[in-house]
């Protein structure tokens, strides 16, 4: 399942590939991509569109359009945007519910195999801080994120670590995988009350989030599903994953065996010794 890591990584390949660029034909293979709206409308609303920008708020991607409007589009599980020079090959996109061409010829497909992804227009003149506002917490990538502001989003609260990262409107981005590595880095149990965390541990786990998401980008995103990049390439972060999915092996800072376990409804992975349980 994307995260913000993988997101970006899309983000950043498509933007100097679509940026500037005008969308000749747009079709929409599966009606339930931008239900409510029809596809016939989805369709005449893009085409003709310009591109002026790529954005991104939490996992959600952003296609900012001439006149203001912005195309919101989710990944969800297993949604895929691929960008190609030409139209994609015959049978090369297996679960294709958009296809986007642009005026230089290059296309952008939109595959999604469980069908959980969608795609919406947010219209000109939109508030984007008021629409966003209780839905997507901060951007833990922001300057202004600091640990102390991490600290104030946690206070009080008394669920678990994990669950607290994984709400989307209480930080913006982090999901399973991620959460995982993050705690694992700042040492801290996935099911420590969020409000209990001392000052040393929230700027611990504040430096964890940011590195490891800054790695994950350099890496390309993690390929251990069905994540592809927006080229169709494999991401490598799945090479440095420290205790995700390694469940029985070594910790790499203690050897203890990593164990796994059910946290926040998820499967979640860490080190008895070095995450010690509250
Ligand atoms: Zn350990």
Known sequence: ??????????????????????????RVADPLLTAPLAPEAFEATMTGRTVTSLGRRGTDLLVWLDGGDALCLHLRMTGRLHWRPGPPPDGGER????????????T?????????????MIPAGTDHAAYWHGR??????????????????LHGRRVGIKAAL??????????NMYADEALFRARIHPQTPA?????????????????????????????????????????????????????????????????????????TYWCPSCQVAP
């Open 95 to 106: 679960f294709l519910r958009a296809l986007l061409t642009l005026d230089d010829g290059a």
């Open 1 to 26: 399942m994307p995260e913000l890591p993988e997101v970006e990584t899309i983000r950043r390949q498509l933007e100097p590939r679509l940026a500037g660029r005008t969308f000749t034909e747009v």
């Open 166 to 175: 994984l709400n989307q409107a209480l930080l913006a981005g982090v999901g």
């Open 136 to 153: 997507v917490g901060p951007e833990p990538l922001d300057d202004d994120f600091t640990a102390a502001r991490l600290g104030r989003l």
């Open 195 to 267: 409000g209990e965390l001392t000052a040393a541990e929230v700027k611990r786990l504040h430096a964890a989030v940011r590195d490891r998401l800054r790695f994950a980008i350099r890496s390309g995103g993690a390929s251990i599903d069905s994540y592809r990049d927006g080229l169709g390439d494999r991401g490598q972060m799945q090479e440095f994953l420290q205790v995700h999915l390694h469940r029985g092996e070594p910790c790499p800072r203690c050897r203890t065996t990593i164990v796994k376990g059910v946290v926040a409804q998820r499967g």
């Open 108 to 120: 952008v497909t939109f595959g999604d195999q469980r069908r959980f992804g969608r795609a919406w």
